[in-house]
């Protein structure tokens, strides 16, 4: 069964750290551009950052630019969201998608597989 399982959210305070992880199994993540989403309560679901199949390429939303980053190990078969100094705006449950291919960004509505998402609460 392909699935890809988030996990590391939960409850930080204002300025505070936390990292996500997304775990592939059933698949190999080497084939797959790798992006995390988010969405909060009464919004549409948004794009927050992603990497391409290598890792050498990246992107990220202005509103987490200088605070998150994405890696990815893919002999752990797992990508990363490192998410520093967040705020409360960044509340959402995070999503982590695939899309196979030699991609740079990661269409929203063109990903292959998606996971079932992780809370975020950044409260204090």
């Known amino acids: 069964q392909l699935q890809l399982v988030e996990s590391g959210g939960g409850l930080v305070q204002p300025g505070g750290s936390l990292r996500l992880s997304c775990a592939a199994s059933?698949?190999?993540?080497?084939?797959?551009?790798i992006g995390w989403f988010r969405q909060a309560p009464g919004k549409e679901r948004e794009g927050v950052s992603c990497i391409s199949r290598s890792g050498g390429s990246t992107n990220y939303a202005d509103s987490v630019k200088g605070r998150f980053t994405i890696s990815r190990n893919n002999a752990k078969n797992t990508v990363y969201l490192q998410m520093n100094s967040l705020k409360p705006e960044d509340t959402a449950v995070y999503y982590c998608?695939?899309?196979?291919?030699?991609?740079?960004?990661?269409?929203?509505?063109?990903?292959?597989?998606w996971g079932k998402g992780t809370l975020v609460t950044v409260s204090s």
């Open positions: 998608a695939a899309i196979r291919g030699m991609l740079r960004t990661c269409p929203r509505d063109g990903m292959d597989y």
């Open positions: 059933g698949f190999t993540l080497d084939y797959y551009a």
